[in-house]
């Protein structure tokens, strides 16, 4: 007697490698990707000249408070995207000198990615043989974040830092004059580095309204 014909596998087997596939090469990781290289190109793009912030000649002492705040917001305007990058890059070497919390936000983006924003659909969390859905997964990890960002040093390191940073911005604002800088009024406020926040954002947030 002939043996019967095996039925082919592929369908089955493509299958179980997209379910098995990692997080970080799924296509909502590659696009995201994507998106946050494509956003962070454009916005240096339009990132001021380094010698013009720092030009000397340009500064000197504001005579009033209400000329101080129309020096920062028209300096913003025009070098918002310097100024956002000075802000990061003083939380930067604000972690870098901490590393213990340093990776202890790695983790916590690690675990956001990994279970929850770039997780496949049909691949459950399971934690010691038990088996957490969409929602329990969401509440573990906001509780975590909270404990992080708000009980331990790392949320006043975060804040410390930034701070640091908004006060040198808002100095140089308040002590470079701002008559020479040749604005576009009609330029939208939110172009550049900054537009790459709200495009982050929304990104990041697809995923999280999809499993909801």
Known sequence: MSAPPTLPQSTNTAAAG?????????????SFISRLSSSLRQGFSQRRPWTELADRSSFSKPESLTEAYSRIRKNFNYFRVNYVTLIVFAVAVSLITHPFSLLVLLGLLASWCFLYLFRPADQPVIFYGRTFNDKETLGLLTALTIFVVFLTSVGSLLISASMVGLAIVCAHGAFRMPEDLFLDEQEPGSTGLLSFLGGAATSAAAPVVSRV
Do not use: E, L, Y
């Open 18 to 30: 997209s379910a098995s596939q990692p997080p970080i090469a799924t296509p909502a990781f590659r």
